[in-house]
Nanobody
Framework: VQLQASGGGLVQAGGSLRLSCAASGRTISSYNTHWFRQAPGKEREFVGAIRWRDDRTYYANSVKGRFTISRDNAKNTVYLQMNSLKPEDTAVYYC?????????????????WGKGTQVTVSS
């Protein structure tokens, strides 16, 4: 599956952005879809995921209650709605998929990655 992340930008603290992860070549609902982020000088970290078999969502503690993952099967796209953004959310955001039974919080267990999209939150 080929993935394309988009929707990043510059926003003030407290603002919102919605990122999109559009899939081509395969049906995204057949995959666990993850969002990770990577800030300069830091490792890529798990943000959240949606499990393919039941649409259950998972979130990192740092974004729980602020970020929401959803999927539009008709558009073959997964979204990351980010509200109440903080400067520490600044990073390049990546979407990635795998076909394992369970979602993963480990970047090495993601099979396919899209190009990242930059999110910058100003204070």
């Amino acid at each position: 599956v080929q993935l394309q992340a988009s929707g990043g930008g510059l926003v003030q603290a407290g603002g919102s952005l919605r990122l999109s992860c559009a899939a081509s070549g395969r049906t995204i609902s057949s995959y666990n879809t993850h969002w990770f982020r990577q800030a300069p000088g830091k490792e890529r970290e798990f943000v959240g995921a949606i499990r393919w078999r039941d649409d259950r969502t998972y979130y990192a503690n740092s974004v729980k209650g602020r970020f929401t993952i959803s999927r539009d099967n008709a558009k073959n796209t997964v979204y990351l709605q980010m509200n109440s953004l903080k400067p520490e959310d600044t990073a390049v955001y990546y979407c990635g998929t795998n076909q394992k039974v369970q979602v993963t919080t480990t970047p090495g267990d993601v099979d396919s990655w899209g190009k990242g999209t930059q999110v910058t939150v100003s204070s």
